[in-house]
């Protein structure tokens, strides 16, 4: 089945820095690759997602990368703010392609 | 709009007692329904998913269970609590091409003592 790992499980950085998590996957097969922003006490939320026939997406200061033959995608934020500090996850979809298969997560603290 | 309802937010229950959280959309119809589970500070992991009334895949063997009496409508059980059951319980749905894209709930703090 999919296996996803996800670094770094954790990551600090000054406000304004830019920040990259990293994703592999293990099924070739997988063809969408969402990125979700969980916040204290909360469920995640979807922030971004990329298909295999694209190699980047952006929207505003984040971006997703992804190597379809390296297996592994990235999330980018630029320009970050102490509001971007939270746990991020990223997934793949399951061999079935009925669910999604988590990363173990990045906890990003954005200090000012 | 689609919106997702869980609850309790909170639960605390003694170690042997049973469970019963619920999980509802609204504004679709037949969406795939998920049950996730987050240990303090681990990743997300699928316990269960529905893709229909009645039908129920298990993807964790495990003290839960999990039912779909109504198209909207999952709910996990348990019929005596482990204090291992404790953690943070997501309930998702997804609905569109692929159905890959989950929207997820306020989640259920859970803890057994």
């Known amino acids: 089945g999919e296996n996803v790992e996800q670094h770094p499980s954790t990551l600090s950085v000054q406000e304004g820095d830019s920040a990259v998590i990293k994703c592999t996957y293990s099924?070739?097969?997988?063809?969408?690759f969402p990125w979700y922003k969980q916040e204290l006490g909360k469920g995640p939320q979807l922030i971004i997602d990329?298909?295999?026939?694209?190699g980047e997406k952006k929207d505003q200061r984040i971006a997703v990368t992804l190597n379809k033959t390296a297996k592994h995608f990235s999330l980018h934020i630029t320009e970050t703010q102490p509001e971007d500090s939270a746990v991020y996850f990223c997934?793949?979809?399951?061999?079935?392609?009925?669910?999604?298969?988590f990363g173990k997560g990045t906890t990003l603290s954005v200090s000012s | 709009s689609q919106t997702i309802h869980q609850w309790p937010a909170t639960l605390v229950q003694p170690v042997g007692s049973p469970l019963s959280l619920e999980c509802t959309v609204e504004?679709?119809?037949?969406?795939?329904l998920y049950w996730y589970r987050q240990a303090a500070g681990r990743g997300l992991q699928l316990l269960f998913y529905?893709?229909?009334?009645?039908?129920i895949s298990s993807e964790v063997p495990q003290n839960l269970s999990a039912s779909r009496p109504q198209d909207r409508q999952f709910i996990l059980s348990s019929k005596k609590l482990l204090l291992s059951d404790s953690g943070f319980y997501l309930c998702?749905?997804?609905?569109?091409?692929?159905?890959?894209?989950?929207?997820f709930g306020s989640g259920t703090q859970l803890s057994v003592l």
């Open positions: 529905s893709v229909g009334i009645g039908q």
């Open positions: 997934a793949a979809p399951d061999q079935a392609g009925t669910a999604l298969i």
């Open positions: 504004g679709t119809s037949n969406p795939n």
């Open positions: 998702a749905w997804s609905v569109g091409q692929g159905r890959e894209k989950l929207f």
């Open positions: 099924d070739s097969a997988s063809n969408y």
């Open positions: 990329i298909r295999s026939n694209v």
